[in-house]
């Protein structure tokens, strides 16, 4: 896979409407959960998209409800909220060193791009490509975002591989003929997420399983796997038929989980 596109909030960057909310009402003297629904994608969409300016949008429909905030003051929230997700990062780096070429495409105002250049000066310098939404003119999930960086990139949307932390934003991406994988929001499974991404440019494919486990001698056997090891899971490869990835459907987990008793 050429071309590697990463989302930026939670992926590449961490953050918490709840505790933004929270740390602005300290601030102002607001309500903390009637600030919440001011940051719907509904209410962000026009100012994300590059449809209305954000200072605009920040004196029109947040400071009514922060008084005392200032502009400077909003950003300076955002800095504030906003961490690093270091799986994420760190698939990033290893697709940029492997010489693919690595893009950023989110969902964010000028004044989230501000937020992220002030607290890490060189956060927009690591990828080759930078796709904005305020800039494209389009809001993911869109599939019109897609066709976009794939026309900047001059790339095939089948050459393009793109993770995001919202299953929507994916699916929409493969409809237009993406590779795509949701980035979930932890640590724990980010060894699966890895070798899901380094073998997704050989039209491999991955999955995390434990369910071998029943046969684990054999396995031991099979494998030589020494007998002091535990094992714990199982990624096996191998190629695909076809690309459409998507999540596979399981029961509801209380069918399957229990408590105490059977």
């Known amino acids: 896979m050429k071309h590697v596109i990463f989302d930026i909030g939670g992926v590449l960057i961490d953050f918490d409407f709840p505790r933004l909310a929270r740390a602005l009402g300290e601030r102002t003297g607001g309500d903390a959960d009637g600030l919440l629904p001011l940051f719907a994608q509904a209410v962000v969409r026009d100012v994300e998209a590059g ?15 922060l008084p005392g905030l200032t502009y400077e003051g909003w950003i300076s929230a955002w800095m504030d909220n906003y961490s690093v997700n270091e799986p994420g990062w760190a698939l990033l780096e290893d697709a940029r060193d492997q010489g693919r070429t690595v893009s950023l495409l ?36 869109d599939p019109d975002i897609y066709r976009a960086v794939s026309k900047r990139l001059g790339a ?29 929001k932890t640590k724990t499974i ?5 070798i899901t991404f380094h073998v997704a440019g050989h039209i491999l ?10 046969h684990e001698k054999e396995a031991s056997a099979l494998l030589g796997i020494p007998d002091d090891v535990l094992q714990v899971a199982l990624l096996p490869v191998g190629y695909t038929r076809g690309t459409d ?3 596979a459907e399981r029961p509801p987990i209380e069918n399957i989980t229990h408590w105490n008793q059977w």
């Open 51 to 65: 449809h209305t300016d954000p200072e605009e949008f920040f004196r029109r429909t947040m400071s009514p409800a």
């Open 106 to 141: 989110s969902n964010l105002a000028p004044y989230n791009q501000l937020a992220i250049e002030r607290k890490w000066p060189h956060f927009f310098q690591a990828p080759h490509h930078n796709f904005y939404s305020y800039e494209l003119g389009f809001h993911k999930p």
């Open 156 to 184: 095939e949307p089948e050459h393009c591989f793109f993770l995001d932390d919202v299953e929507e934003n994916v699916e929409s991406a493969r409809r237009v003929g993406f590779q795509g994988l949701r980035f979930e």
């Open 190 to 194: 980010a060894p699966g997420v890895d």
């Open 205 to 214: 494919g991955s999955a995390l399983t434990t369910l071998h486990l029943v």
């Open 245 to 247: 990835f998507k999540r």
